[in-house]
T-cell receptor, first 113, second 116 residues
Framework: ETGVTQSPTHLIKTRGQQVTLRCSSQ?????VSWYQQALGQGPQFIFQ???????GRGNFPPRFSGLQFPNYSSELNVNALELDDSALYLC????????????FGQGTRLTVV | AQKVTQAQTEISVVEKEDVTLDCVYE???????LFWYKQPPSGELVFLIR??????QNEISGRYSWNFQKSTSSFNFTITASQVVDSAVYFC?????????????FGTGTRLQVTL
């Protein structure tokens, strides 16, 4: 068990709605990254948060946004949901400033209908 | 741009066989990190190994071993005497230099099925 927790574990939303996914990072970690994993694919980097600021973004539109809080936990918000947003969303925490690996949570499986 | 290729989509072996999962990467960075993760059906990505681009020594951890060859941009993973519990999807990943170890570029994964 990594100590990275995500909520909820499963979620069903309707196209056009908005969704918020949550992630609590591992103790001692100050950086949170979010990934989208479509069925049968590898995870795709969405963005990373460090010191409550976005610190790098992958090829995702602005309707994907995030927050990081002073306790290093994070939220991923997706507006105007599309059917293709259906995926497993993974959160990873790590320590920026050291040679450490990223530890992943169990993911939130989002289904958009 | 960074890219990771895992050409083997699915591999099936019988328990106790050895199996090698291939990984080829592309990057313009001179310093980078390579990773292997295991994803069981539960979905969580389980960290297996991180390798610095300056360290080309092979590594062995129990039944697992990794062969890093910078000359061919490959980072292959071998499981010796496979077991049913090894059944999972395995991902190879690449990250930029120190401090950004979580901005990972993943391959598409290799599904390993180990049967009795």
């Amino acid at each position: 068990e990594t100590g990275v927790t995500q909520s909820p574990t499963h979620l069903i939303k309707t196209r056009g709605q908005q969704v918020t996914l949550r992630c609590s990072s591992q103790s001692g970690h100050n950086t949170v990254s979010w990934y989208q994993q479509a069925l049968g694919q590898g995870p795709q980097f969405i963005f990373q948060y460090y010191r409550e600021e976005e610190n790098g973004r992958g090829n995702f539109p602005p309707r994907f946004s995030g927050l990081q809080f002073p306790n290093y936990s994070s939220e991923l918000n997706v507006n105007a949901l599309e059917l293709d947003d259906s995926a497993l969303y993974l959160c990873a925490s790590s320590w920026t400033g050291g040679n450490t690996e990223a530890f992943f949570g169990q993911g939130t499986r989002l289904t958009v209908v | 741009a960074q890219k990771v290729t895992q050409a083997q989509t699915e591999i099936s072996v019988v328990e106790k066989e050895d199996v090698t999962l291939d990984c080829v990467y592309e990057t313009r960075d001179t310093t980078y990190y390579l990773f292997w993760y295991k994803q069981p059906p539960s979905g969580e990505l389980v960290f297996l190994i991180r390798r610095n681009s300056f360290d080309e020594q092979n590594e062995i951890s129990g039944r697992y071993s990794w062969n890093f060859q910078k000359s061919t941009s490959s980072f292959n993973f071998t499981i010796t005497a496979s077991q049913v519990v090894d059944s999972a999807v395995y991902f190879c990943a690449l990250s930029p230099p120190t401090g950004t170890a979580s901005k990972l570029t993943f391959g598409t994964g290799t599904r390993l099925q180990v049967t009795l």
